[in-house]
């Protein structure tokens, strides 16, 4: 997982897609990130910040209970202990120092959860920056509480509430909001996807998730590798973050896409938001609306790096279905005590679902990155679980 | 018919161009509306073909994409619709990339030319991802216009100028399509910056929704580009013919000056 091709391109996917208005941001963006992630005072003052404010390193926790049984070794990643809950504020607090060396004054975002979205206020807070983030109308009624949160944190919440009324549209408004401002402001996208520079910048700042884990798993397996990394997949900036620091590894790397918007399962090649990579999609092309319990999965493309990856097959792309997600956010909670986002309950699904299968062989070590804590879903998983008794 | 030859000798005769776009298949009339914008002057006409996700688009022409594909449009319909429709002016399909990838380069840009398409616009294909499209389109006689926008810097424009063919589109503003108070500024500044890198035809759009804008935004410009404001007419449920009024009134002071 290195740097992509100068066309911003990981294999035939990603690249540069956008229209003429935006083209010039993109470069001035890749230009200023390519700079400042070579320049060591960035970079320690990135890492400053992820250890002061963010809370890293996060620990690997080993899951005996769990573990026992399913008859696997299972470690979490635990970037549910972050400041804001997810691993997203890796991302964020990059891309909000990256706006402060452009001089930008402004951030858009787009989220589908939220923890974007809150991780990006509470980033732009810290740093003094005006924020508004899109976030569609259904995600703002699921999600009411992060919405209360960005508010808090000074942040405006626009309601997107065109096609989907989800994260897709959330992303259109904000490139929309982009063109229009471009000058005074940075768009802090929330994923490894979108145009060139934002899949490779938002993995390298994601990277250190995986490269953390990588030394961590280490100390607990005595110097070896996991045998499986596991994360979940929507856009894929936890999962590729992970991969980044196992891809050289003998690892294998397993995504796990929800059921209801695989775009690597079900989708084809296609071009949505400024890359290429699998898409869901009508045969004329129509972009589809994905669906998945968790509002930060439901989106209907996937990063272009992880389409690379299957398609090498380094990574391996499977689905989790929504009640199996809830089966394993249960398991989860009364085995571990961690109580985890309904996307990394995705991840926790498919080990359990697996273990002791030819897919996950009884014995083996499994290290699945739990992106996000659940809090921000308790009310919605409590409406499911009462609807089902 | 060839876009650029034809626009060029309209604009060396002295006339100001207009270009009004319509989304194909918004409602059982629209190629009568294509008929009736051509009978009121327009110079060539922008046919959207509509996509679930356009993103250059503000939420006029994202409603009428949304309304056209509820009504079961396709692209292939689209396009199906227009053969054998002669209106006399250049049509120019306005789509975007994904559009084009799923048909397939060839395939897309071969149907453009069969249904009697000779331009195409896809705005979010940029240079730097022009070469497959851009040699497809080629082959099959259709004319790539590309944008340019307030922020291409003076050695890109000169470039984008070079590679568009049909006309270049100046983006008159920095946002996305919809009507506006006024023509901005940058309006004027674009277009005479590409005027004095090319002598193609230079047609500004985005934002001119009255005919006073049209002929303001036209000073510096050879011509314009008019869809918002007659999409809303459409939604809203006026008849052919009064688009082709709205379209008239745009041309009689576009000529006037």
């Known amino acids: 997982m290195g740097t992509p091709a100068a066309d911003g391109r990981f294999g035939e996917f990603g690249g540069r897609f956008m229209p003429e208005s935006l083209v010039p941001a993109c470069l001035e963006l890749e230009a200023a990130f390519t700079e400042a992630w070579a320049d060591d005072a960035f970079r320690d003052e990135y890492a400053r910040l992820l250890r002061d404010y963010g809370g890293r390193p996060t620990p690997v926790t080993e899951c005996t209970r769990l573990s026992e049984r399913l008859g696997v070794r299972v470690l979490l990643k635990r970037e549910d202990l972050t400041h804001t809950g997810s691993h997203t504020i890796n991302n964020v607090i990059g891309q909000a120092l990256l706006t402060k060396r452009m001089g930008k004054t402004r951030v858009v975002a787009e989220t589908g959860a939220g923890q974007h979205g809150v991780a990006t206020a509470t980033a732009c807070a810290m740093f003094g920056l005006e924020c508004v983030v899109y976030m569609g109308e259904v995600d703002i009624e699921r999600q009411a509480l992060n919405v209360f949160r960005m508010n808090l944190l000074g942040a405006e919440v626009r309601p997107a509430s065109s096609g989907s009324r989800t994260l897709k549209d959330a992303i259109n408004e904000a490139l929309r909001d982009w063109v229009a401002t471009v000058e005074t402001t940075h768009y802090c996208l929330g994923s490894v996807m979108g145009p060139h520079p934002y899949p490779w910048m938002v993995r390298e700042l994601q990277r250190v998730v995986g490269e953390e884990a990588r030394e961590q798993c280490r100390a607990v397996l005595d110097g070896a590798d996991p045998d499986y990394v596991v994360a979940c997949v929507g856009g894929g900036s936890n999962a590729a973050g992970t991969f980044a620091g196992f891809v050289d590894t003998n690892a294998k790397l397993i995504g796990v ?15 949505v938001h400024g890359s290429k990579s699998f898409l869901l999609q009508d045969e004329h092309g129509q972009v589809l609306e994905a669906h ?94 009462d609807a089902r008794t | 018919m060839k876009l650029e030859a034809h626009l060029r000798e309209r604009r060396d005769a002295g006339r100001k161009l207009l270009v009004p776009y319509v989304t194909g298949g918004l409602g059982d009339q629209w190629t009568e509306v294509l008929r009736a914008m051509a009978d009121a002057g327009a110079d060539a006409i922008e046919v959207g073909i509509p996509f679930s996700d356009p993103v250059m688009d503000g939420p006029t022409i994202q409603e009428a994409s949304q309304r056209a594909l509820e009504l079961g449009a396709t692209p292939a319909g689209i396009l199906g619709e227009l053969r054998g429709v002669d209106v006399g002016v250049p049509l120019v399909a306005m789509t975007y990339y994904n559009i084009v990838f799923r048909t397939g380069h060839r395939r897309f840009a071969r149907s453009l030319a069969d249904n009697g398409v000779c331009g195409a616009i896809v705005p979010d294909v940029a240079l730097e991802e022009l070469d497959d499209w851009g040699r497809a389109a ?17 050695d890109r424009l000169a470039e984008l100028c070079r590679r568009s063919q049909g006309f270049v589109y100046a983006v008159s503003v920095m946002g996305i399509t919809g009507e506006r108070q006024s023509v901005a500024q940058s309006a004027g500044v674009l277009a005479k910056r590409m005027k004095a890198v090319t002598d193609k035809p230079v047609i500004v759009g985005f934002g001119i929704s009255t005919p006073d804008q049209a002929v303001e935004a036209a000073a510096e410009a050879d011509g314009v580009v008019v869809a918002s404001a007659l999409m809303r007419l459409l939604l809203d449920g006026a008849a052919p013919e009064q688009i082709g009024d709205a379209v008239a009134a745009m041309r009689r002071a576009l000529d006037a000056g």
């Open chain 1, 257 to 271: 896409e929800p059921e209801g918007g695989a775009a690597i399962g079900h989708g084809v090649p296609g071009v």
């Open chain 2, 138 to 154: 080629a082959d099959a006689s259709v004319e790539t216009v590309l944008l340019a926008a307030p922020v291409t810097p003076d």
């Open chain 1, 292 to 385: 998945s319990i968790s509002a930060g999965l439901d989106y209907p493309g996937v990063g272009p790096e992880h389409a690379h990856l299957s398609s090498i097959g380094r990574a391996r792309y499977v689905a989790a279905g929504d009640a199996e997600v809830l089966d394993a956010l249960q398991l989860l909670a009364r085995t571990e005590g961690i109580i985890p986002a309904l996307e990394s309950a995705h991840a926790v699904a498919w080990v359990i679902r697996a273990a002791g299968t030819d897919e996950l062989p009884a014995g083996s070590t499994v290290m699945v990155t739990l992106s996000g804590r659940g809090d921000k879903d308790a009310e919605q998983v409590m409406k499911v679980l």
